[in-house]
């Protein structure tokens, strides 16, 4: 086979603010930058879903055709020149290759400027370009937000099956192997149901009840040959298609239903059980004191509100005010993004003091924080993933600091990245380990490199874009009928809701 490879990812938070354009893809934010045609090869070794598939490759005699790789961080909506610039390199790359199969690395839950359905648009025009007859097998995160158009056109899908996300080469893997039952001629079904209710993030993690039990069972020998799929959706997406699905593919449609429909039965079994529990940030800090008076440690906070892998920007100052108020000895946040702040700490030097001027986000119930700190260490900001979350994953944070104030250390840094990876504090001298409270800008994918550490792991709500309780949103275009949270309020569009 002459296989067309491409990969263009976005989560979409449509309720943050700033926009993802195109040179948010150029550098790539948190995951890796932009490539083009062999540089695609570079990314075999990291733990991303194209990766996984290029390296599925080695032990097989197919040709690849790359074109282009991008992924930003999520955002508010992909701009339209973005969106036009890069998927026309990719129906471009197909016009001038023809290829045999199509793979595509997509996220599932873009949003632009002109499409809710981002996806089902990068499908339709590959697919006008193409023809019917070529098969195009996609990967996707678990958090896709699934629309029929592109069950319509892709001819298999399949998505992640961890969260935080250690799977994702494995990801790409399985689809070589959609791809190549495609090609032999072999007919696969699909069966996909909608679930009618928002998954919190944080209560769909796989390292946590009731969703470690529900993916365990994706995968076994009964399900043999049939490849499932539950999407829990990304629930800061204000569009009619924003909920959970359950897919698959198989040989036989009437198993493949029986299948589909027990999966989503068990997923509706558990809906009481997605609730997280959130604590306030002095809560949270409470809650920490006191576990580590009984000698757990180190205790790891998600600041989940601020996550710049949901569409926070890295300023909320909630979680450092609570940290630097309550002082508890060896306690650090990573990582607030503030370009000034961090010259200014190049500019003074280690050893120095300065002080700093966080100007927060404009988040109900956020503010300013202006403090004095000590310079403590340096750092050009570059780190490579150590850690099973993107492991290999290169990040340039730009000109980056920690800094202390008596007991409290934050990091500072010049581009935005979520916190995956303990690289992210190794880069200004920070030994997790060592500490006794790290506060995380994160959800959940923090979990796949601290959890392994940690004594405990809190989630705090402080005020920021990526509401750990999705009732929290002001919903105006969801489907009618989907509740906004497990057994919680239906949304309908004649109806204000009322909130949490
Ligand atoms: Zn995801």
Redesign the pocket.
């Known amino acids: 086979m002459r296989i067309l490879i491409a990969g263009f990812l976005h ?1 979409t938070n449509t309720f943050a603010q700033r926009p993802a354009d195109y040179e948010n893809f150029v550098n790539g934010e948190g995951f890796p930058a932009l490539r083009r045609g062999e540089e695609l090869f570079e990314l075999a070794a990291v733990n991303i879903p194209l990766g996984g598939f290029i390296k599925a490759m080695d032990e097989r005699s197919h040709e690849l055709i790359p074109v282009l790789w991008c992924a930003a961080s999520p955002s508010a909506p992909v701009t339209s020149r973005a969106f036009e610039l890069l998927v026309g390199e990719i129906t471009q790359g197909c016009r001038d290759h023809a290829p045999d199969a199509v793979y595509l690395d997509l996220h599932g839950a873009m949003v632009t400027d002109d499409y809710d359905d981002a996806e089902g648009e990068v499908l339709r025009r590959v697919r006008s370009i193409v023809g019917p007859d070529v098969p195009i097998v996609v990967s996707l ?3 896709a937000n699934m629309s029929s158009t592109m069950f319509e056109i892709a001819d298999a899908m399949t998505a992640y099956r961890t ?1 935080p ?1 250690v799977d994702m080469a494995e990801t790409g893997k399985r689809s070589v192997e959609l791809l190549e039952r495609l090609h032999r001629g072999e007919e696969l079904h699909c069966a996909w149901r909608r679930i009618p209710f928002l998954i919190p993030i944080n209560a769909g993690s796989t390292n946590l009840e009731p969703a470690r039990g529900i993916y365990a069972t994706l995968d076994g020998p009964l399900t043999d040959g049939y490849d499932l799929s539950f999407g829990a959706g990304f629930p800061a997406a204000d569009i009619p298609d924003c909920s959970p699905v359950v897919w698959g593919y198989g040989p036989d449609a009437q198993r493949l239903d029986a299948f589909v429909d027990e999966l989503a039965a068990r997923v509706a079994r558990h809906e009481g059980d997605f609730v997280p529990e959130l604590l306030s940030p002095d809560g949270a800090m409470q809650r920490a004191s006191e576990l580590l008076a009984s000698g757990t440690r180190p205790i790891v906070i998600a600041d989940t509100q601020d996550n710049p892998g949901a569409g926070g920007e890295a300023t909320t100052t909630g979680m450092l005010r609570s940290l630097l108020k309550h002082n508890i000895a060896k306690s650090v946040l990573g990582a607030i993004c503030d370009p000034t702040v961090a010259a200014h700490a190049h500019e003074v030097g280690v050893g120095a003091t300065m002080t700093a001027r966080f100007p927060g986000s404009p988040y109900s119930g956020d503010a300013p924080l202006e403090h004095e700190f000590t310079v403590a260490e340096l750092s050009d900001g570059y780190c490579r993933f150590d850690g099973p979350m993107m492991h290999g994953n290169e990040l340039h944070l730009g000109p980056s600091a920690l800094l202390l104030s008596r007991e409290v250390g934050v990091v500072v840094t010049t581009r935005k990245a979520q916190i995956m990876d303990r690289n992210q504090f190794a880069m200004v001298g920070v030994s997790p380990e060592a500490q006794n409270v790290v506060v995380v800008k994160s959800s959940v994918h923090f979990r796949g490199d601290f959890q392994p550490i940690a004594g405990a792991v809190l989630v705090a709500q402080a005020p920021g874009p990526m509401a750990a309780n999705p009732a929290d949103l002001s919903w105006t275009r969801l489907a009618e009928g989907v509740r906004v949270g497990p057994l919680g309020q239906e949304f309908h569009r004649s109806v204000e809701l009322s909130g949490s």
Do not use: G, I, P, Q
Request: hydrophobic fraction near 15%; aromatic fraction near 16%; proline fraction near 0%.
């Open positions: 989560e995160d678990l958090h969260y996300h």
